[in-house]
Structures are given as structure tokens and as C-alpha cells.
């Protein structure tokens, strides 16, 4: 019997048109979100435990916090204690660690003056990038290493689901564009996963034997496939022999990652469609490919 042999991922994404796209998205959505941010009550309750102003300080922290991570080795961490809670962080305990901490060492509660600070950040952010290589790798959440494209897709993600968050408690309009969620996928998820995901995904549950390879494909991006291997997770060129294959509206599947939406809902919409094989591996793969 011939053993199948697999294809590495080629590191293809990081294109000079998606990094000045991904520049602008960012750009584009912090200035929707100060404007959201300024004009909403500050004391509704965008989720179950933070008002309005709590997420809009939240998201501010992280546009500071990145401001570190793009600058030089020595560039001091703008958060007070942070930098250890970053290395020990995992997508189980970030609510608990780093996002309490990093909400009690950005105690600001005024939204003029929390917008202004995240401007500012977004600001310096862009501008420590200008002439970067954007493939240029950051240490991230929980020892994981993320490409400066990467970074700029996770904060115009952060912005557009607290959008999203604040926008729903005081009934305003609110738009996930797809080709920004796209860029969230390619830029972000792809990447930590081909570059290094760290213990990011570390878990005190058994670890599940065996392969699972699930191909992704959209209108907005490369198809590719991600694949969770006793534990171990990577990215792969598509293949016909892949277990699962997910066809996805990119807006939806990250609402659908995050808790926003449910995947059912998602289903029915027809937003993400599941085919393949075998298809029931994709509970499993998402139990250990997770989100916060």
C-alpha cells in the first residue's frame, strides 16, 4: 500500500496587497468603533460581565499592548505586569488572567478618553510598520509566534466583535465585512498555525489519537487545510483524502468561532456548509481548535 504523502502549507498569504489591506481594514474599523464607542451609553452592559465602556477599555488595552510587541526587543511593556501573564496565557484561561489584568492595569473609564488612546495606539501601531516586513514574527499568547500581518488582522477582529458587542446593546448598526473576517483567517488563524501555536491550545483533557485534516474554502481566501494530529495541529495544502471540507462565508465563521452566532444558526443560514467524508470529525477537531 502506498503511504499518502502530504504537502506543507506554502507561506503564500502574506502578499504586499494584503498587508496594505490589512493596514487599512484595521484603520477603517478603529475609526467605525470610536465613533460607535463616543455616541453609545457608556453604562449599557455590551456583554454579560462588561458595559460599554469596559469593552471599549478592553480593546484599548490590546491596541497598547501591541504597540510593544511591533516595536523593538527593548520596548517597555505599557501594562504593569502583563508580560508574564502573556507567555502563560491560553485560550482557557485568558478571561480569568491576562483580560482581568489587563482591565485593572488600564483603569480608564472615560469613552472620550479611551478612544483617544486607542487612535493614538492604532497610530503608533501603523507607524512602527510602515517599511516592516510584515512576515516578520512577534511573541504572542501563550508562547505562540505571530507574523506582524497576523497581529494588524487579530485587532481589526478584536474591534469589529466588541463592535458588534456594543452595537447590539444600544440597537446600532453594525457590519462585519467579509473581506476583513477574511483577512482574520488567513493572517491570523492560518498563520499562528503554520508559524507556531505554543501551549495557546494546552488543555488538562485526554488527547484525542489519530488525524483529523479539515479543509477550508471561501470566496475570500486560499483554500487550505488544517490539520489536528494527536494533539498537534498544522497546516497542509487541500487534499482529496481531507476528512472534512467547510465552505464558509468568512464574517459568519468567525462569529461562529467566538460564540457570537451559533453554528447552527450558521448551518441553516448557509453560511457554513459542512461536506466531506467524514464530517463528525469536525466536533472533535473544533474542541481542541477553539476560541475564547
Known amino acids: 500500500m502506498t503511504e499518502t504523502r502530504y504537502q506543507p502549507y506554502r507561506a503564500r498569504n502574506?502578499?504586499?496587497?494584503?498587508?496594505?489591506?490589512?493596514?487599512?481594514?484595521?484603520?477603517?474599523?478603529?475609526?467605525?468603533?470610536?465613533?460607535?464607542?463616543?455616541?453609545?451609553?457608556?453604562?449599557?452592559?455590551?456583554?454579560?460581565?462588561?458595559?460599554?465602556?469596559?469593552?471599549?477599555?478592553?480593546?484599548?488595552?490590546?491596541?497598547?499592548?501591541?504597540?510593544?510587541?511591533?516595536?523593538?526587543?527593548?520596548?517597555?511593556?505599557?501594562l504593569s505586569n502583563i508580560s508574564q501573564r502573556i507567555a502563560a496565557t491560553t485560550v482557557d484561561n485568558i478571561h480569568a488572567g491576562l483580560n482581568s489584568a489587563m482591565l485593572r492595569s488600564y483603569p480608564e473609564r472615560n469613552p472620550g478618553t479611551i478612544v483617544h488612546g486607542l487612535r493614538s495606539s492604532v497610530e503608533e501601531i501603523l507607524r512602527l510598520t510602515d517599511t516592516a516586513d510584515p512576515a516578520r514574527t512577534v511573541d504572542w499568547l501563550g508562547a505562540s509566534t505571530l507574523p506582524l500581518a497576523g497581529l494588524l488582522a487579530h485587532l481589526t477582529n478584536e474591534l469589529l466583535l466588541h463592535g458588534r458587542d456594543i452595537a447590539r446593546a444600544v440597537g446600532r448598526p453594525w457590519q462585519v465585512p467579509h473581506a476583513y473576517a477574511a483577512q482574520f483567517f488567513e493572517l491570523f488563524l492560518v498563520e499562528i498555525a503554520r508559524t507556531g501555536a505554543g501551549h495557546l491550545l494546552d488543555d488538562d483533557r485526554p488527547v484525542r489519537p489519530g488525524r483529523i485534516a479539515v479543509q477550508f474554502r471561501s470566496d475570500y481566501t486560499a483554500a487550505v487545510t488544517m490539520v489536528l494530529d494527536t494533539g498537534?495541529?498544522?497546516?497542509?495544502?487541500?487534499?482529496?483524502?481531507?476528512?472534512?471540507?467547510?465552505?464558509?462565508?468568512?464574517?459568519?465563521?468567525?462569529?461562529?468561532?467566538?460564540?457570537?452566532?451559533?453554528?447552527?444558526?450558521?448551518?441553516?443560514?448557509?453560511?457554513?456548509?459542512?461536506?466531506?467524508?467524514?464530517?463528525?470529525?469536525?466536533?472533535?477537531?473544533?474542541?481542541?481548535?477553539?476560541?475564547?
Do not use: C
Not at 463616543?38 to 497598547?64: F, G, L, Q, Y
Not at 495541529?233 to 452566532?261: G, T
Open 232 to 292: 498537534r495541529s498544522w497546516v497542509e495544502e487541500p487534499s482529496r483524502d481531507n476528512d472534512v471540507r467547510v465552505y464558509f462565508r468568512p464574517a459568519a465563521l468567525s462569529l461562529a468561532l467566538f460564540h457570537r452566532i451559533s453554528w447552527a444558526r450558521a448551518a441553516m443560514t448557509g453560511s457554513v456548509r459542512v461536506r466531506g467524508p467524514r464530517p463528525w470529525l469536525l466536533a472533535p477537531f473544533l474542541r481542541k481548535i477553539r476560541f475564547p
Open 14 to 78: 502574506i502578499t504586499p496587497e494584503k498587508w496594505q489591506a490589512a493596514r487599512a481594514a484595521v484603520q477603517d474599523t478603529v475609526d467605525r468603533f470610536s465613533t460607535l464607542v463616543e455616541s453609545a451609553d457608556p453604562r449599557a452592559m455590551a456583554t454579560a460581565d462588561w458595559t460599554v465602556t469596559d469593552t471599549a477599555a478592553h480593546v484599548a488595552a490590546i491596541a497598547w499592548l501591541n504597540t510593544a510587541l511591533v516595536g523593538s526587543q527593548r520596548t517597555p511593556f505599557p
